[in-house]
């Protein structure tokens, strides 16, 4: 799909946006998402209501703009000419009509044997958005895309092996040196945590370092950490059938840290940041770890195992450990899919956050309010950490509370043991990074790519 910026609609499909007060279609209310479309004169016109213009937000724009394209779609068009105009021309707002085109485009169609019809040619016209500006946009939105590839696709593509190869296609260009753990290593280095989870798996745990250094004059850096299991079978505390399936998506976080380095990359951001994945693919069979078993993590602390399934903090605890004690970053922030209580809490559509540090609580949360991918933070009191104390370890992986209670807090304060005292943020994304029901205008159905454009966000607004 390519997109322009052109002067005069050339294309015989038209996309316009109107609000209720200018609108004079019959049966058509244009509010925020309706559409309706006409043919006039050789042409079709599909109008897509935006709502009152007075109560517009780039998040509704991204939303009524992904309902706009995906009529076009089913009305099988290839070439569409959008046109954005009025309230729409700011910079602002027709960034956010692109990003709601590329994303509301998108469907998962590698394992239909007929592929549906593709958006070839799209062109903006009447926005004030130069050539750069569109490209840094397409930028991020196909790397959203890119992240939800990853996570759609099976189990058996996905692989830690195959997350290694996508971070090598990274490492051509010169800003970017890259660090891989293979099994051997893992072990050699005593990220014991890690290689216990991926040991059972014939696709063996790596983990994947991307540095980035944009902007080599600078000292400062900031680590993203992504969970990268590859399918969560629970091990030996198997999952049940209703809960195991959608098991792929586990390597949520690690697709986000990967959509953002590729991305940090393209547009040659001045800023350096340390990208890291731990993968591995939680197995179950005779050579898979036990429960009651005690691990020492690479921080040293020792680490009784209560659940298997518990996995995504023993692999983050390595990985975490390791970014902080190899690469001193001034901040850390994690992605995981860590826990099914946070889907209880929130929903799929806001991330739980949790951190030790104000500041970049605070600038997280507002990066979710503008970007729209929401996050909401939770405490991290003391009476949490000694829930994660163990009688024959130093830490447990499954808390002293009754089952099910705090489970995204306690998990969080697990994390918390493996940073020092490097200011740091845990993203909980086992509920946004999937959606099971229907798409909602930019979020599709499946793998949504979330916090790719948050952290772009976090990251680039702030240089
Ligand atoms: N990968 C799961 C969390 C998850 C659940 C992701 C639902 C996406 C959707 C994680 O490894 C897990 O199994 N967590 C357990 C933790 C518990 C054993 C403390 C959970 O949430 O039940
Ligand atoms: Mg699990
Ligand atoms: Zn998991």
């Given at each position: 799909m390519d997109i322009n910026i052109s002067k005069k609609a050339?294309?015989?499909?038209?996309?316009k946006f109107v609000s209720p007060n200018e609108q004079t279609i019959p049966d058509f209310n244009a509010d925020e998402g309706e559409i309706v479309y006409r043919y006039e004169n050789h042409t079709t016109i599909i109008y897509c209501g935006t709502g009152s213009a007075d109560a517009i937000?780039?998040?509704?724009?991204?939303?009524?703009?992904?309902?706009?394209?995906?009529?076009?779609?089913?009305?099988?068009?290839?070439?569409?000419?959008?046109?954005?105009d009025g309230t729409l021309c700011s910079s602002q707002y027709s960034s956010a009509v692109i990003e709601g085109i590329i994303l509301g485009a998108y469907k998962f169609d590698k394992y239909k044997s007929e592929t549906p019809r593709r958006i070839k040619h799209l062109e903006i016209i009447g926005s004030t958005l130069n050539s750069a500006d569109l490209k840094k946009i397409k930028s991020i939105a196909c790397a959203v895309n890119y992240a939800r590839d990853l996570v759609n696709s099976n189990a058996h593509e996905i692989t830690p092996v195959f997350l290694e190869k996508e971070a090598r296609k990274l490492s051509e260009n010169k800003s970017v040196s890259l660090e891989i753990l293979t099994e051997k290593e893992i072990k050699k280095n005593g990220l014991n945590l890690l290689h216990a989870v991926g040991q059972a798996s014939p696709t063996p745990p790596r983990l994947i370092i991307i540095d980035y250094k944009g902007d080599p004059r600078s000292n400062k850096k900031v680590a993203i950490v992504g969970k990268g299991i590859t399918f969560d079978s629970?091990?030996?505390n198997l999952k049940p059938t209703g809960h195991i399936e959608p098991m792929r998506i586990d390597m949520a976080g690690a697709a986000t840290i990967l959509a953002v380095m590729r991305c940090l990359v393209e547009s040659k951001t001045r800023i350096n940041v340390t990208g890291v994945v731990a993968a591995a693919h939680n197995a179950i069979g005779s050579n898979a770890f036990f429960p009651g078993d005690v691990y020492k993590s690479y921080s040293g602390k020792t680490v009784e195992i209560l659940s298997t399934d518990a996995e995504g903090r023993l692999i983050l605890a390595d990985a975490l450990a390791y970014c902080v004690k190899k690469y001193s970053p001034d901040e850390i922030i994690d992605f995981a899919t860590l826990t099914g209580g946070i889907l209880s809490a929130l929903g799929d559509l806001?991330?739980?956050?949790?951190?030790?540090?104000?500041?970049l609580a605070q600038s997280l949360f507002s990066s979710g309010e503008i970007t729209g991918e929401r996050l909401w933070r939770f405490p991290l009191y003391k009476e949490y950490c000694d829930a994660m104390k163990s009688d024959i370890a130093d830490?447990?992986?499954?808390?002293?509370?009754k089952k099910g209670y705090a489970s995204s807090i306690t998990g969080a304060a697990f994390l918390s043991e493996f940073i020092d005292n490097t200011h740091w943020a845990h993203i909980d994304i086992?509920?946004?990074?999937?959606?099971?029901?229907?798409?909602?205008?930019?979020?599709?159905?499946?793998?949504?790519g979330f916090g790719v454009r948050l952290m772009m966000h976090y990251l680039t607004d702030r240089i």
């Open positions: 050339r294309f015989s499909t038209l996309l937000t780039t998040t509704k724009v991204r939303f009524f703009a992904a309902k706009g394209i995906q009529k076009a779609l089913d009305l099988k068009r290839t070439e569409v000419s959008i046109i954005v629970g091990g030996q806001i991330a739980g956050l949790f951190s030790n540090n104000e500041t830490l447990r992986n499954l808390s002293k509370f086992a509920g946004t990074a999937y959606n099971e029901g229907q798409c909602r205008g930019d979020t599709p159905q499946y793998g949504t």
